[in-house]
């Protein structure tokens, strides 16, 4: 069954630094997604993209992060100078525009 | 502003019961709900989805049942095992079919006792 993958797994920064999380959709969907979750929290909307552009964005993503699609298979989350309040789950997720987003198994962000 | 929210953080139950997972919204605009596992340490795992124009959808074990009214969402799972345990989250949006954004509850915590 095809699934969302993304890597690294667990990514530790310090804090001022830039950090760049990849993802690879599932290959025929046309929407994909960045979310976060803090520990123990509920899961948070960050950004959708489709069509090469983003289509939505939340409060959260401001001008310290971007996403882009580099080539047909790979979707980036970039933050460009990482707070300690960053330190998260970041999952991609992606659609075929029916709805439910997919999700990938996430990957832990600790800044330090 | 709008949100989803559960009623109950922790719920446990005991293997073999039926479990209720209860879920409220207040976006009036929401028009596709979606049901969410999550096992620590993954991602969010698609359970069962339902659209507004139904008010009830059944799966492998699982039904999902929808009052408008309320704005109320709940998770039926049937003969509930111990891979059951998990955190469950509701998700809304307003339109299934333009990819749009899920909006997240808090999540419930189901421990299946044996």
């Known amino acids: 069954e095809p699934e969302v993958t993304q890597t690294p797994s667990h990514q530790v920064t310090q804090m001022g630094q830039e950090v760049i999380l990849r993802c690879v959709p599932i290959?025929?969907?046309?929407?994909f997604y960045w979310y976060r979750q803090i520990l123990g929290q509920k899961v948070e909307f960050l950004v959708s993209f489709y069509n090469n552009e983003i289509s939505e964005k939340s409060e959260i993503f401001d001008d310290q992060f971007s996403v882009e699609r580099p080539d047909g298979s790979n979707f980036t989350l970039k933050i460009r100078s990482t707070k300690l309040e960053d330190s998260a789950m970041y999952f991609c997720a992606s659609s075929g525009g029916q709805g439910s987003n997919y999700f990938g198994p996430g990957t832990r962000l600790t800044v330090t | 502003g709008e949100s989803v929210g559960l009623h109950l953080p922790t719920l446990s139950v005991q293997e073999g019961d039926n479990s209720i997972i209860n879920c409220a919204y207040s976006?009036?605009?929401?028009?596709?709900f979606i049901w969410y596992k999550q096992e620590s340490g993954k991602g969010p795992q698609f359970i069962i989805d339902i659209r507004s124009n139904m008010d009830k959808r059944q799966g492998q074990r699982v039904t999902v049942l929808l009052n408008k009214t309320v704005k109320h969402l709940s998770l039926q799972i049937a003969a509930t095992q111990p891979g059951d345990s998990a955190v469950y989250f509701c998700?809304?949006?307003?339109?299934?079919?333009?990819?749009?954004?899920?909006?997240f509850g808090k999540g419930t915590s189901l421990l299946v006792t044996p």
């Open positions: 976006n009036s605009a929401s028009d596709y």
């Open positions: 290959s025929n969907h046309l929407y």
């Open positions: 998700a809304e949006t307003p339109f299934q079919n333009s990819g749009y954004a899920l909006n």
